[in-house]
């Protein structure tokens, strides 16, 4: 999974300051991914949330459909800076927590959650 930073002050962040960020999955798979759901966790150093929800440990996408062989970016997450990293660290990471196979080839099974697959890793500094 891939995050881009799309908003607060550049590539730098401050204790108490908020920023949003969006995860892009990819489908390598033959079979097309019906609702699909990202999963974002906070870490130590900083809270998330989907769009304009309530801070806290993790927070979860719209379901979304993904087809085989493509990519899909979410629609923002947010995310608050709490605590100084002292150099880059992992203060966000996503995974996807379920999705569900597509009937056009002939699955109705429903998966679990995943591991851990993506991190957004980034410096906080002292406000």
Do not use: C
Request: glycine share 12%.
């Amino acid at each position: 999974m891939k995050f881009a930073i799309t908003g607060g002050g550049g590539t730098e962040l401050h204790t108490g300051e908020t920023f949003h960020f969006m995860v892009t999955v990819t489908n390598e798979s033959h079979l097309d991914m019906k609702n699909v759901k990202v999963r974002v966790n906070g870490t130590e150093f900083a809270d998330v949330a989907f769009k304009s929800g309530s801070f806290g440990n993790s927070a979860d996408s719209k379901p979304f459909d993904l087809d085989a062989g493509k990519d899909y970016t979410t629609d923002y997450f947010r995310g608050k800076a709490k605590k100084i990293t002292n150099g880059k660290k992992d203060i966000a990471t996503a995974q996807i927590s379920s999705w569900d196979a597509s009937f056009d080839h002939i699955l109705m099974d429903h998966s679990g959650e995943g591991t851990v697959e993506g991190k957004l890793k980034q410096e906080i500094k002292l406000q």
